[in-house]
DNA sequence: GGCGTTTTGGGCCGGGCGACCCATAGGTCC
DNA sequence: GGACCTATGGGTCGCCCGGCCCAAAACGCC
């Protein structure tokens, strides 16, 4: 069984992943995070076989978070695009493998082994069908233009929280901040409440994590 | 392909039977109600082949509207308690099959298909597998509980209705009703307003339909 | 280095929401 | 027949929510 850490900013896609590897019988996902400094904490308190990372997080971007790291585990550096450039600049940092974000998932399967069993750069190939899945967010003209605090702030709601002050306390913001926040994404969502924003949140499968 | 109709007040439970028989691969499901007058209305735009009806439901009992409907298709009653005297009752009123809601799913189906097939009398049984995914719905102490206007208003709700004048206008009552109900739907779920009730919904399983 | 976006924060205002009272009609159950 | 629940409806009150205005840091992008 291959322990695998995955970090991602995009919600969706992370916890797309995470399914996506869960579902490969080898390979198991112990932890995951959404920037760099909860990357790096994540390491510490679950250290995994392989790492997978996303170049641009918010914080620390995953190349940066690698190299803070030391290279303690094989990572295998995903990203949106694959141009060679990006894919220099991850194998300076210490990563092993490369992805980019539209390939099919038996090849993310399979840069994961190869990374497991010692092999230097797998190139290119990976989830694609990742991105199907996520693709009903997408195709959803508001969701997609979510920011990140946004998506974050909707999560919670989705997962119970309703008051301005019980999101304002758990995101460490304002309780102006967060109905402006609110007010983004009733408009983003064409929606006009919290309880519409929250079953919005759910069709749209945000979910804690 | 044996087409179906099912009948049940309890909402969860109907969705649950509906869900069961439509994993069985010779039973379609084409219609549902909610009570004995809906049932009707549903046997006249879509005949099934073979009926499911629970005997207490509101507005019209399931004995009674299948008497009414003059038994144009075999119908299969189902009802909380296996009494002798509730099968009688069934009997006479047409039926060709009695179950209790406390038998495996199996039997549902044996049920359904000797139904079609003609047999009169298949007793018993039936539908245990179902209370089972129903059972996370009734372990919520205060979800059991919801009566069925509630049941409603929190299925809009889930729905994506939100305001109080929607769902007034929906459920053809005054908005003073609605906010009635949601106070007791909010002591029942533990929850403070239409936002977590709404999540809460969803988590119960609660649907339009 | 400048521009757009994101994230943060402020004030104001009207209306809707939730909490807490209440009553009445209809049904069920013993 | 009486107790209980459900569904319906009313009123009041205080607070919170959502709409609409604005501003300033921080960051990414070109």
Redesign the interface.
Known sequence: MIRVVIADDHRLLLEGLVEALNAVPDIEVIGRATDGVELIETMRTAPPDVLLVDVDMPRLDGLAAIRELGNPVPTVVVSMHAETEHRARAERAGAVGFLSKSAPLPDLAAAVRAAHAGDRFVAAAAVDAVLAQHRQAQLDPGAASLTRRERELLTL????L??TEELADRMYISHKTVKNHLANIYDKLG??????????A?RLGLKPG
Chains 1, 2 share one sequence.
């Not at 709601?157 to 119970?160: D, I």
């Not at 929606?191 to 919005?200: H, L």
Request: hydrophobic letters at 45%; glycine letters at 12%.
């Open positions: 709601l989705a997962g119970g309703s008051t929606v006009k409440d919290r309880a519409q924003a929250a079953v919005e759910i």
